[in-house]
């Protein structure tokens, strides 16, 4: 079992930045690949962010690439979502996710463990 725990959430204008953090406990953190997911009221969960168990291999959903950096510290068992010049559109609530699957993947029904999501709000 994973236990995870998102943080670093809130309220920003738009063109501002957030850095999100998932706290893991339970089993090594280092042996799952990591995903940051969205989802807005209504509808389905969406892919953000992924990066493998070494930090090796990072990939983005086109919508953030360029704005967004997903990172990892093993040694700490902590994730990362650094979100920069974030727009009205970026406003969801954020879930981070473990995957023990040897592949890495973008689908969210290939992750075992999920966090409880912390609100993200930009505003024009």
């Known amino acids: 079992q994973v236990q995870l725990v998102e943080s670093g959430g809130g309220s920003v204008q738009a063109g501002g930045s957030l850095r999100l953090s998932c706290a893991a406990s339970?089993?090594?953190?280092?042996?799952?690949?990591m995903g940051w997911f969205r989802q807005a009221p209504g509808k389905e969960r969406e892919f953000v962010a992924l990066?493998?168990?070494?930090?090796?291999?990072?990939l983005y959903t086109d919508f953030v690439k360029g704005r967004f950096t997903i990172s990892r510290a093993n040694a700490e068992n902590t994730g990362y979502l650094q979100m920069n010049s974030l727009q009205p559109e970026d406003t969801d609530v954020y879930y981070c996710?473990?995957?023990?699957?040897?592949?890495?993947?973008?689908?969210?029904?290939?992750?075992?463990?999920w966090g409880q999501g912390t609100q993200v709000t930009v505003s024009a």
């Open positions: 996710a473990a995957s023990g699957r040897l592949a890495y993947t973008r689908r969210s029904t290939e992750y075992d463990y």
């Open positions: 339970g089993r090594a953190f280092s042996n799952y690949n």
């Open positions: 990066i493998t168990r070494s930090g090796g291999v990072s």
